[in-house]
C-alpha cells in the first residue's frame, strides 16, 4: 500500500472503494498494453530520468535482467487476460533501464513466447524504446526480422541532446544515436520505425526542435514534459510558450509528415473524440508494468512522486492482471471525471486537459486528487494548493503564484529576451544553472514576495521570522537582477523592463534592517553559490 513518507495515506488509497463502483455499475476496462522492463540498468545518466534521479530507487532492488521463469510467466498473463476479455489486439513494449542491454537473443525470445501464448487471430504489436546508442545494423536486421518496432528517445538537435542524454562520465550520446537514426530513415528498416520520444527542455528552441526531430524522418513524435509535481516544483512561464510555439509551426504546416502526438490528441478531443494518451483527456488507462522481479505496478512515471507510488503488491508469479484492475490506483485512473478534484471538475476544459498528466498531479498532503503542476501554464490566473498552516505563507505562495502568471501573459503579449538564448546562469532558488526566461520569472516573482514579509514585519505574528524572510529575499532579488542587466540575451523591452524592475526593488534595499540580519542573508546567499558552483562545476 503506498503511503507518505509520514505514514499517511495519499488519494487514492483509502478512498477509492472497487466495491460500491461496482454496485453502482461501473466495470474496469480491460488492460491492452503490457510495458516489460526487460533489463533494469541503463547506459546513459540521462539528468532528468524519473527512473534514477527522482523518488523511487527501487530498481536498486531488482534484478538487473529479467529472469527467464519471470517473462515467461508474464506472457502466459498476457494471454490469460487477453482471452479473460477476448481482446482482439494487445500492444507490448520492451522497456528498461536501456531494453538493448538484455541482448537482442532475449528480446526475440521474449517476444516470440509472448506472440507464441496468444491465440493465434490476436494481433500483437510488440515494440522498444530505446535510447539508440546500442542500435547497429545487425541487430536492427533481427528486430526486423521478427517485426519488433522501434522508438528512440531524442532531444531535438545534437547539442541539446548531449545537454541531458550523457554516459555516466559526462559524453554526449548524440553521435550513436545519430548513427542508429540514419540507419532507421533508410528504406531496409523504416518499416520498424516507430517514431521518436523528446522530453521538453524549455531553454532550448522549439522550432529548431521540432526541425532537428523532422530531419530523421520519423513517422511519429511524441513531445513530454518533464516529470514533476507540486512537491518538487517547476519551472513557471516557459512549458506553455513552449508548446504553443511548436504548435503554431506544426499546424502551419502545408504537409505534415510526422504527428505530434499531443498536438493530434488535442485536437482530437476539442472534436468531440476520445484520448489515446495519458496525457490529456479522460480516457481510462489501460497499461500495466511488469518489473524484472515480475512485479506488477503502475504505470512508470508514477515513480517521479515517492517511493512506492507505482507498487500494487501483485506480481506475475502469483496473480493475474485481472487483480491490478481492483488495485485503487489503477481504478482511479479509469474513472474519468470522478477522479478529478473539484478544480478540475469545475473546469471548462476538464474534458481535454483531463486534470493533466496523474503523476503531475501528485502533492505529498492530498496525494493525486490535485490539478496538474503544469495548470497554470495554460490557465491564466488561476492557483491551487493546499492550504499552509500559517496564513503568511499562504499570502507569500499567492504573490509569488500570480506574479507568474501575470509576467507569463505579458510575455504572451511582448517578448523580453531571446527565446534560442543558450546561456544559463546562478538563480539562488535553484540547484541547477537556469536559463535567461527563468531568471526573469524568478527576479519579478520574488521581488514582490519580499515587498509582502516587508509589509509583514508589523503585522505577522513571527516579526523575526518575517525580518528573515525579507533579508534573504531582498538580497537574492538584488544579485539576479545584477545578472540580468549584464545579460546580452535581453532584448530592448528587455533591458527596459529589468531596468525598471531595478528601480523598485532598489526601495527595498533602502530598508534599514539589524545588522546580523543582513550579514546572516549575505552569508546565506553565499553559501547558497558556493554549493550551486561545487554541484555544477563537475
Same mark, same amino acid.
Given at each position: 500500500?503506498?503511503?507518505?513518507?509520514?505514514?499517511?495515506?495519499?488519494?487514492?488509497?483509502?478512498?477509492?472503494?472497487?466495491?460500491?463502483?461496482?454496485?453502482?455499475?461501473?466495470?474496469?476496462?480491460? !488492460?491492452?498494453?503490457?510495458?516489460?522492463?526487460?533489463? &533494469?540498468?541503463?547506459?546513459?545518466?540521462?539528468?532528468?530520468?524519473?527512473?534514477?534521479?527522482?523518488?523511487?530507487?527501487?530498481?536498486?532492488?531488482?534484478?538487473?535482467?529479467? %529472469?527467464?521463469?519471470?517473462?515467461?510467466?508474464?506472457?502466459?498473463?498476457?494471454?490469460?487476460?487477453?482471452?479473460?476479455?477476448?481482446?482482439? &489486439?494487445?500492444?507490448?513494449?520492451?522497456?528498461?533501464?536501456?531494453?538493448?542491454?538484455?541482448?537482442?537473443?532475449? =528480446?526475440?525470445?521474449?517476444?516470440?513466447?509472448?506472440?507464441?501464448?496468444?491465440?493465434?487471430?490476436?494481433?500483437?504489436?510488440?515494440?522498444?524504446?530505446?535510447?539508440?546508442?546500442?542500435?547497429?545494423?545487425?541487430?536492427?536486421?533481427?528486430?526486423?526480422?521478427?517485426?519488433?518496432?522501434?522508438?528512440?528517445?531524442?532531444? @531535438?538537435?545534437?547539442?541539446?541532446?548531449?545537454?541531458?542524454?550523457?554516459?555516466?562520465?559526462?559524453?554526449? /550520446?548524440?553521435?550513436?544515436?545519430?548513427?542508429?537514426?540514419?540507419?532507421?530513415?533508410?528504406?531496409?528498416?523504416?518499416?520498424?520505425?516507430?517514431?521518436?520520444?523528446?522530453?521538453?527542455?524549455?531553454?532550448?528552441?522549439?522550432?529548431?526542435?521540432?526541425?532537428? =526531430?523532422?530531419?530523421?524522418?520519423?513517422?511519429?513524435?511524441?513531445?513530454?514534459?518533464?516529470?514533476?509535481?507540486?512537491?518538487?516544483?517547476?519551472?513557471?512561464?516557459?512549458?506553455?510558450?513552449?508548446?504553443?510555439?511548436?504548435?503554431?509551426?506544426?499546424?502551419?504546416?502545408?504537409?505534415?509528415?510526422?504527428?505530434?502526438?499531443?498536438?493530434?490528441?488535442?485536437?482530437?478531443?476539442? =472534436?468531440?473524440?476520445?484520448?489515446?494518451?495519458?496525457?490529456?483527456?479522460?480516457?481510462?488507462?489501460?497499461?500495466?508494468?511488469?518489473? /524484472?522481479?515480475?512485479?506488477?505496478? &503502475?504505470?512508470?512515471?508514477?515513480?517521479?512522486?515517492?517511493?512506492?507510488?507505482?507498487?500494487?503488491?501483485?506480481?506475475?508469479?502469483?496473480?493475474?492482471?485481472?487483480?491490478?484492475?481492483?488495485?485503487?490506483?489503477?481504478?482511479?485512473?479509469?474513472?474519468?471525471?470522478?477522479?478529478?478534484?473539484?478544480?478540475?471538475?469545475?473546469?471548462?476544459?476538464?474534458?481535454?486537459? @483531463?486534470?493533466?498528466?496523474?503523476?503531475?498531479?501528485?502533492? %505529498?498532503?492530498?496525494?493525486?486528487?490535485?490539478?496538474?503542476?503544469?495548470?497554470?501554464?495554460?490557465?491564466?490566473?488561476?492557483?491551487?494548493?493546499?492550504? %499552509?498552516?500559517?496564513?503568511?505563507?499562504?499570502?507569500?505562495?499567492?504573490? *509569488?503564484?500570480?506574479?507568474?502568471?501575470?509576467?507569463?501573459?505579458?510575455?504572451?503579449?511582448?517578448? !523580453?529576451?531571446?527565446?534560442?538564448?543558450?546561456?544559463?546562469?546562478?538563480? %539562488?532558488?535553484?540547484?541547477?544553472?537556469?536559463?535567461?526566461?527563468?531568471?526573469?520569472?524568478?527576479?519579478?516573482?520574488?521581488?514582490?514576495?519580499?515587498?509582502?514579509?516587508?509589509?509583514?514585519?508589523?503585522?505577522?505574528?513571527?516579526?523575526?521570522?518575517?525580518?528573515? *524572510?525579507?533579508?534573504?529575499?531582498?538580497?537574492?532579488?538584488?544579485?539576479?537582477?545584477?545578472?540580468?542587466?549584464?545579460?546580452?540575451?535581453?532584448?530592448?523591452?528587455?533591458?527596459?523592463?529589468?531596468?525598471?524592475?531595478?528601480?523598485?526593488?532598489?526601495?527595498?534595499?533602502?530598508?534599514?534592517?539589524?545588522?546580523?540580519?543582513?550579514? /546572516?542573508?549575505?552569508?546565506?546567499? /553565499?553559501?547558497?553559490?558556493?554549493?550551486?558552483?561545487?554541484?555544477?562545476?563537475?
Amino acid at each position: 500500500m503506498a503511503e507518505t513518507q509520514g505514514g499517511k495515506q495519499t488519494w487514492p488509497m483509502g478512498a477509492v472503494d472497487t466495491g460500491v463502483l461496482r454496485a453502482a455499475g461501473w466495470r474496469p476496462m480491460p !488492460l491492452r498494453e503490457f510495458v516489460i522492463k526487460i533489463h &533494469q540498468r541503463c547506459n546513459l545518466a540521462c539528468d532528468y530520468c524519473y527512473v534514477y534521479t527522482m523518488a523511487d530507487r527501487s530498481w536498486r532492488n531488482r534484478p538487473a535482467v529479467m %529472469p527467464a521463469e519471470v517473462w515467461a510467466a508474464t506472457a502466459r498473463r498476457i494471454a490469460e487476460h487477453v482471452q479473460t476479455h477476448r481482446l482482439s &489486439q494487445v500492444a507490448v513494449v520492451f522497456h528498461g533501464g536501456e531494453p538493448m542491454l538484455a541482448g537482442t537473443p532475449m =528480446l526475440v525470445a521474449v517476444a516470440d513466447a509472448v506472440r507464441g501464448a496468444l491465440p493465434p487471430e490476436v494481433e500483437c504489436r510488440i515494440g522498444i524504446q530505446t535510447n539508440g546508442v546500442l542500435l547497429t545494423e545487425d541487430r536492427l536486421g533481427t528486430l526486423l526480422a521478427h517485426d519488433i518496432r522501434i522508438a528512440v528517445s531524442v532531444d @531535438g538537435q545534437g547539442a541539446d541532446h548531449d545537454a541531458h542524454r550523457r554516459y555516466r562520465d559526462g559524453r554526449g /550520446s548524440w553521435t550513436a544515436v545519430r548513427r542508429a537514426l540514419d540507419l532507421l530513415r533508410t528504406d531496409r528498416f523504416h518499416p520498424i520505425f516507430a517514431g521518436l520520444l523528446c522530453t521538453i527542455d524549455p531553454a532550448v528552441d522549439p522550432v529548431a526542435c521540432y526541425q532537428a =526531430l523532422l530531419e530523421h524522418e520519423p513517422p511519429a513524435v511524441d513531445v513530454l514534459l518533464p516529470h514533476a509535481n507540486w512537491a518538487t516544483g517547476i519551472e513557471q512561464g516557459v512549458f506553455g510558450w513552449w508548446l504553443a510555439r511548436m504548435f503554431d509551426v506544426y499546424f502551419d504546416q502545408p504537409v505534415r509528415h510526422a504527428g505530434i502526438r499531443l498536438f493530434d490528441e488535442i485536437v482530437n478531443l476539442h =472534436l468531440g473524440g476520445a484520448s489515446r494518451s495519458e496525457h490529456v483527456g479522460l480516457s481510462p488507462a489501460a497499461v500495466a508494468v511488469v518489473e /524484472s522481479d515480475g512485479a506488477i505496478e &503502475q504505470t512508470d512515471a508514477l515513480r517521479s512522486t515517492f517511493p512506492g507510488a507505482a507498487a500494487t503488491g501483485l506480481s506475475v508469479l502469483t496473480d493475474p492482471f485481472d487483480a491490478a484492475l481492483e488495485h485503487p490506483g489503477v481504478v482511479a485512473r479509469q474513472l474519468g471525471v470522478a477522479a478529478l478534484c473539484d478544480t478540475c471538475r469545475s473546469c471548462e476544459l476538464r474534458e481535454v486537459c @483531463g486534470g493533466g498528466h496523474y503523476a503531475h498531479r501528485y502533492r %505529498p498532503e492530498t496525494g493525486f486528487l490535485n490539478p496538474s503542476v503544469y495548470c497554470e501554464e495554460t490557465a491564466f490566473g488561476a492557483l491551487a494548493l493546499t492550504l %499552509p498552516e500559517r496564513p503568511e505563507h499562504l499570502a507569500a505562495t499567492m504573490v *509569488h503564484e500570480f506574479q507568474h502568471s501575470k509576467l507569463s501573459a505579458f510575455l504572451d503579449l511582448l517578448p !523580453l529576451y531571446d527565446p534560442q538564448a543558450k546561456g544559463k546562469y546562478f538563480a %539562488p532558488w535553484r540547484p541547477d544553472p537556469r536559463p535567461i526566461g527563468s531568471l526573469l520569472q524568478g527576479a519579478y516573482a520574488f521581488s514582490a514576495v519580499g515587498d509582502l514579509w516587508h509589509h509583514l514585519r508589523d503585522h505577522a505574528g513571527d516579526s523575526v521570522d518575517a525580518t528573515r *524572510h525579507f533579508a534573504e529575499l531582498r538580497e537574492q532579488v538584488r544579485q539576479v537582477i545584477d545578472t540580468l542587466v549584464g545579460s546580452p540575451h535581453l532584448n530592448e523591452d528587455g533591458r527596459q523592463f529589468v531596468a525598471q524592475l531595478r528601480e523598485a526593488h532598489a526601495a527595498q534595499m533602502t530598508v534599514r534592517l539589524p545588522k546580523t540580519v543582513v550579514s /546572516s542573508s549575505h552569508a546565506a546567499l /553565499s553559501e547558497t553559490f558556493a554549493a550551486w558552483r561545487a554541484r555544477n562545476s563537475r
